[in-house]
């Protein structure tokens, strides 16, 4: 994909991201629409995946650590064809495959159940380790949140992962700098992020979390990397893309009314009618 084609793509997950938390009257569209970018460069240009054989055994895996974000996931799933995107109205809903936290038991493409914050990375370290002692070539991929690094656990599976020189392994964090009870310098600063990984042993990357031509290059960076995995520290915007909710924790968890829906998805219709004519 070029550039203005991950752009529109990028405009489509964030809608659905809308569409999905709307209809379920729940859900967690801030940072959902945070990692949209990520989501979308993983998904339509760096992954080795195939939505028509979603347990190929040499495919890239993802986890998101930060399973609380499922309708960002979810709406790049469905784009790329996974399921219908039609279904993203069914979140959170009696009976829906969708819930609301990413299970991997019922969901095409999902390759990790996730949801209690820290347990992600700690289940993309094990994979990563798995693909080296099977001498396999996948690689492994996990999002995380600033907020969630604030736990421990994320840390111990970051030596962990150092010590086994996972070059394999490439951990996202998705740094918009809210968490649900606010800015995360105040609830529990993780600043600064990039010198904690590298003191673990990282090759670490910063880059702007909505700029492809940064995210592209990160990416390439990580896969030259030997001998150590990488850490991309995104700086995004919290509900980037709909100009109300951009920098407001209270889109951490509410999900938008009919009034708010609306304007939203003209916004992000106007987006895209302007990325067509770049």
Same mark, same amino acid.
């Given at each position: 994909?070029?550039?203005?084609?991950?752009?529109?793509?990028?405009?489509?997950?964030?809608?659905?991201?809308?569409?999905?938390?709307?209809?379920? &009257?729940?859900?967690?569209?801030?940072?959902?629409?945070?990692?949209?970018?990520?989501?979308?460069?993983?998904? #339509?240009?760096?992954?080795?995946?195939?939505?028509?054989?979603?347990?190929?055994?040499?495919?890239?895996? #993802?986890v998101l650590?930060?399973?609380?974000?499922?309708?960002?996931?979810?709406?790049?799933?469905?784009?790329?064809?996974? #399921?219908?995107?039609?279904?993203?109205?069914?979140?959170?809903?009696?009976?829906?495959? @969708?819930?609301?936290?990413?299970?991997?038991?019922?969901?095409? *493409?999902?390759?990790?159940?996730?949801?209690? @914050?820290?347990?992600?990375?700690s289940a993309?370290? *094990?994979?990563?380790?798995?693909?080296?002692?099977?001498?396999?070539?996948?690689?492994?991929?996990?999002?995380?949140?600033? *907020?969630?690094?604030?736990?421990?656990?994320?840390?111990?599976?970051?030596?962990?992962?150092?010590?086994? &020189?996972?070059?394999?392994?490439?951990?996202?964090?998705?740094?918009?700098?809210?968490?649900?009870?606010?800015?995360?310098?105040?609830?529990n600063s993780?600043?600064?992020?990039? &010198?904690?990984?590298?003191?673990?042993?990282?090759?670490?990357?910063?880059?702007?979390?909505?700029?492809?031509?940064?995210?592209?290059?990160?990416?390439?960076?990580?896969?030259?990397?030997?001998?150590?995995?990488?850490?991309?520290?995104?700086?995004?915007?919290?509900?980037? *893309?709909?100009? #109300?909710?951009?920098?407001?924790?209270?889109?951490?968890?509410?999900?938008?009314?009919?009034?708010?829906?609306?304007?939203?998805?003209?916004?992000?219709? &106007?987006?895209?009618?302007?990325?067509?004519?770049?």
């Amino acid at each position: 994909m070029n550039k203005k084609e991950l752009m529109k793509t990028a405009n489509e997950i964030r809608k659905g991201v809308l569409t999905a938390t709307h209809s379920a &009257k729940s859900g967690h569209p801030g940072g959902s629409l945070s990692a949209a970018d990520i989501y979308t460069y993983l998904y #339509f240009e760096e992954m080795n995946i195939d939505p028509k054989n979603p347990k190929k055994a040499d495919r890239d895996r #993802f986890v998101l650590s930060k399973g609380h974000t499922a309708p960002g996931y979810y709406s790049a799933l469905a784009q790329k064809g996974f #399921f219908p995107v039609e279904d993203l109205t069914t979140l959170r809903k009696t009976g829906s495959y @969708l819930q609301g936290h990413p299970d991997m038991k019922h969901i095409p *493409g999902v390759d990790m159940s996730s949801g209690s @914050l820290g347990q992600g990375i700690s289940a993309a370290v *094990g994979m990563a380790i798995s693909a080296k002692l099977s001498g396999d070539t996948y690689r492994v991929y996990t999002l995380l949140g600033d *907020g969630e690094i604030q736990e421990g656990q994320v840390w111990e599976a970051a030596m962990l992962a150092a010590h086994r &020189k996972l070059d394999n392994l490439v951990v996202i964090v998705d740094n918009n700098n809210l968490q649900i009870d606010g800015k995360i310098t105040e609830v529990n600063s993780p600043y600064p992020i990039d &010198k904690k990984f590298e003191a673990f042993n990282f090759h670490v990357i910063n880059i702007d979390g909505h700029n492809f031509d940064e995210i592209a290059a990160a990416f390439k960076e990580a896969r030259e990397t030997k001998g150590q995995p990488t850490a991309i520290i995104a700086k995004t915007v919290k509900g980037k *893309g709909v100009s #109300f909710m951009e920098n407001q924790v209270s889109w951490h968890g509410s999900a938008p009314n009919d009034e708010q829906y609306a304007a939203a998805m003209e916004e992000l219709e &106007k987006a895209g009618e302007a990325i067509c004519q770049m």
